[in-house]
T-cell receptor
């Protein structure tokens, strides 16, 4: 079982550019959540996808958008990058239950905006 | 809104000793779940232990145990017989089915002295 895989592991972008991050969930999982983790902080919830629909969204601007594909993989898109978007972006996959079933995390994508 | 507070930014423990990491939370929900996650330098979040709020018995997983005080909204993690591999950031997290997202604290950096 490959677990949750994210790509790329690192990338550097310039202010104003757009970026796409990718996530493949753990086998058998169909719910994908994205988190932003600033340096020295805890992860902050961006949004969650289930059945190709955004089910829940955190307090992030519309510059952050996502997509889920029929194979449950997901993309996070960020437009008009700001310096403050520099962070570790974590993807977590889980089953679509409401009982706190364990979420499995990928190793993240380290985004640096210069 | 639910909040999770970890007031200790750093802690240090001698190898083979016991250490306790503190966490408090705030919620108006009656049914929820609490977690401790470990994030080593590899960046991947690893679930350490999980507690269901409706269970009075404290969860244990080998050397890891929690002290769950529901009325006080306190959820501390005890690590017994600390090992060098326990050195990492530890995050306390809250989950309630109503919002289906994990809310994390700021984390605590644990170092283990040989």
């Amino acid at each position: 079982d490959a677990g949750v895989t994210q790509s790329p592991t690192h990338l550097i972008k310039t202010r104003g550019q757009q970026v796409t991050l990718r996530c493949s969930p753990k086998s058998g999982h169909d719910t994908v959540s994205w988190y932003q983790q600033a340096l020295g902080q805890g992860p902050q919830f961006i949004f969650q996808y289930y059945e190709e629909e955004e089910r829940q969204r955190g307090n992030f601007p519309d510059r952050f958008s996502g997509h889920q594909f029929p194979n449950y993989s997901s993309e996070l898109n960020v437009n008009a990058l700001l310096l403050g978007d520099s962070a570790l972006y974590l993807c977590a996959s889980s089953l679509p239950t409401w009982d706190g079933t364990e979420a499995f995390f990928g190793q993240g994508t380290r985004l640096t905006v210069v | 809104a639910q909040t999770v507070t970890q007031s200790q930014p750093e802690m240090s423990v001698q190898e083979a000793e016991t250490v306790t990491l503190s966490c408090t939370y705030d919620t108006s929900e009656s049914d929820y779940y609490l977690f401790w996650y470990k994030q080593p330098p590899s960046r991947q979040m690893i679930l350490v232990i999980r507690q269901e709020a409706y269970k009075q018995q404290n969860a244990t997983e080998n050397r890891f145990s929690v002290n769950f005080q529901k009325a006080a909204k306190s959820f501390s993690l005890k690590i017994s017989d600390s090992q060098l591999g326990d050195a990492a950031m530890y995050f306390c997290a809250y989950f309630a089915g109503a919002n289906s997202k994990l809310t994390f604290g700021k984390g605590i950096t644990l170092s283990v002295r040989p």
